[in-house]
């Protein structure tokens, strides 16, 4: 995601916040006004936003002072000029309680406000370091309008504050919500990465003038539609206003591709992915520990294998354990100076490239642009967003909130890169939950009557689907061993093995699965609707998969016959666009479906050999002297898996 969320919290985290966050992620000097500070490590000050600044008197746009941030995050919601409110008081003659009250925004609160972290893509933040003056002042005006539509949202569509006994009442706070940005420009690790701070309060004003708090738990839970939201607007922002285009680009296998900016090459993303390096490395470890871990009756800890959730906490155990120090801020125009010449001499990528990054983005957006047709269809989105959502969902149930995140996830692989319609997402979900989403929600409290909250399923079955298949357990090989530790010999390895040279057995990603599903459903809804007559419900402009870039097409199947030869080297199958042109002519919704009879045969054998090729690799860890060994079942009819040396990482979380 490209928005992460952070409570902030009175006391040391608000301190943290002050001395370090707001100056650039820098050291702030002991002692330093706060302007001074952020003049000496180049960034720029602070600014307010959100529709709330005006109950408070204050403007967007202004400056952000400490005694402001002070008074609103650190003093527990108090206004942000406390300090004068109070003065007025008490020289009106008003005793020193009362005076301190007026100044107070409702109750003192412990968690004050919370930190959304808001950077773009990959290429969109490389063609901001690495591009001329008005390439630089175009993303980053596409940034920041992103950032204020989605706080936009947020103050119409999530944030609520909760009143009453246990909090039952729930009331949007109409006057919105007051904000403060800081931009940074560099990650840890002093490569590019253009990000913003934005600290919201969590005080919200009610519809009878009280202050309110606002539910961080339903902030929390909208994260992922709001990353989603953002991405959607800078990327098509950028590529307007730049000329660009955006493509799909698997990152890890089986995972869900992520948008980027087509032309901009991948080895400038692996030149600024030092951390991410780091992390991989560790995780791998974290891993291995996980799946060898003992309890105290030498039985295993855990699971044999990893699951989803399971390595998402070992990935953030990886993260904190690499975490760098913080070096000291530079001014932009240095660092982009040196950027560009750290890019040129350890990238790999050619230096007319780099020189000439938007000029090469722009030629490979034009072919695409020609190539690929921009084509939105609301009914067949519906089927492949609800599809998608059902089967990534624990037990297949979601809220509106994962249908809304997976339409924008859709709308930007289908648009690439394309200025999408304002409430087209919104159109999308409606559809999808008209048509392909059944209730069950069993409402014991006000807040379960929501339509956030409502509770749904898919209507129809999935049962032909191929059933997501578990890594037969693995045995112990005691030739192959985690990497020595940091101080550890390089003798005490097996002779030709380099650190991290071993493999832990994983649970099968579902997104593969999620893809097929919504190729089942489509395939489903045109047999039975083969003999129906034009103008019917499931009436089809054009099929969505148009739009789909050949990098996600299966390939054309081996003849059976000649399985032992090489694959010929060629492009992948696209969709004709002469015939897709002939299917906007017709609008014949029965011939823009056939295309998908074609597509789910592609992707189920490419989902039945995704499947074989997991087991291949599992099956590596079998003993091949004690194959036919009785080996102890669990209840889950897995073998256990026996170790042979546990490792230091214990944990209480089991992953299901």
Not at 53 to 81: C, D, I, K, M, S
Not at 158 to 173: E, F, S
Not at 350 to 379: F, K, P, Q, W
Request: hydrophobic letters at 40%.
């Amino acid at each position: 995601m490209t928005v992460d969320i952070k409570i902030i919290r009175a006391g040391q985290m608000y301190r943290y916040y002050l001395r370090e966050t707001v100056v650039g992620d820098g050291r702030r000097p002991a002692r330093t006004p706060l302007r001074a500070a952020q003049e000496q490590a180049g960034v720029p000050v602070g600014r307010r936003m959100g529709r709330g600044l005006a109950a408070l008197g204050l403007a967007a746009g202004e400056e952000v002072t400490e005694a402001q941030l002070r008074n609103l995050f650190g003093e527990r919601g108090r206004h942000p000029y406390a300090g004068r409110i109070e003065a007025d008081r008490l020289a009106a003659g008003d005793a020193a309680k009362k005076a301190f009250k007026a100044g107070a925004l409702g109750r003192r609160v412990t968690v004050t406000g919370v930190d959304f972290v808001f950077r773009p893509q990959p290429t969109i933040y490389l063609l901001w370091a690495l591009g001329d003056d008005e390439t630089r002042q175009v993303i980053e005006a596409a940034h920041e309008r992103a950032i204020v539509r989605v706080l936009e949202w947020i103050e119409d569509e999530v944030a609520v504050i909760r009143y009453g006994k246990d909090g039952v009442y729930r009331v949007r706070p109409p006057g919105g919500l007051v904000a403060a940005r800081f931009r940074h420009y560099e990650a840890r690790s002093g490569m590019p990465l253009l990000h913003d701070h934005v600290l919201l309060s969590v005080k919200g004003q009610r519809l009878d003038g009280k202050w309110g708090s606002i539910h961080t738990t339903a902030l929390h839970e909208n994260t992922v539609a709001a990353s989603a939201l953002y991405n959607e607007l800078v990327m098509s922002e950028v590529c307007e206003a730049l000329g660009l285009a955006s493509e799909p680009r698997t990152v890890t296998e089986g995972r869900r591709p992520v948008m980027e900016i087509a032309g901009v090459p991948h080895e400038l993303i692996r030149w600024t992915a030092r951390r991410s390096d780091q992390i991989s490395a560790c995780l791998e470890e974290l891993e291995h520990e996980y799946v060898t871990a003992l309890d105290d009756d030498g039985e295993p800890q855990f699971l044999p294998v990893v699951s989803e959730r399971a390595r998402a906490k070992l990935n953030a155990m990886a993260a904190r354990k690499t975490r760098p120090p913080k070096q000291k801020t530079r001014p932009l125009a240095q660092l982009r100076v040196w950027w560009k010449t750290s890019a040129i001499l350890t990238s790999g990528v050619a230096a007319d490239v780099i020189n000439s990054l938007l000029e090469h983005a722009r030629a490979t957006a034009a072919a695409i642009r020609a190539r690929v047709a921009a084509v939105v269809d609301v009914a067949l989105a519906a089927v492949d967003v609800t599809a998608t959502v059902f089967v990534m969902n624990e037990g297949g149930r979601f809220h509106r909130r994962h249908l809304l995140a997976e339409a924008r996830r859709h709308l930007a692989l289908v648009l690439r890169g394309r200025r999408i319609d304002p409430g087209l997402d919104d159109q999308i979900v409606a559809a999808a939950i008209s048509t392909h989403c059944r209730d069950i929600s069993e409402p014991k409290t006000v807040r379960g009557l929501e339509a956030g909250y409502r509770l749904y399923t898919a209507r129809w079955s999935l049962s032909d689907l191929p059933a997501r298949r578990r890594p037969p357990t693995p045995a112990p090989d005691p030739d192959r061993q985690p990497p020595a530790d940091a101080g550890e010999s390089a003798e005490l390895r097996p002779p030709g093995q380099d650190a991290g040279e071993w493999e832990v057995p994983r649970f099968p990603l579902q997104y593969e699965r999620a893809v097929l599903a919504g190729a089942v459903v489509r395939e489903k809804l045109r047999i039975i609707t083969a003999g129906a007559v034009r103008g019917r419900a499931y009436d089809v402009v054009a099929h969505q998969q148009a739009a789909m870039p050949e990098q996600l097409l299966a390939p054309e199947l081996a003849d059976p016959e000649h399985n032992d030869q090489e694959p010929e080297a060629g492009p992948r199958e696209a969709i004709d666009m002469k015939a897709l042109r002939a299917l906007r002519q017709s609008r014949m919704d029965v011939e823009a479906l056939d295309l998908t009879a074609e597509r789910l045969r592609h992707l189920q054998d490419a989902f039945t050999e995704a499947a074989d090729a997991s087991r291949t690799r599992t099956d590596r860890y079998a003993e091949p002297d004690d194959a036919d060994a009785a080996h102890p079942v669990r209840e889950d009819g897995q073998r256990v898996y026996r170790p042979e040396q546990p490792g230091p990482y214990r944990g209480r979380e089991s992953a299901r």
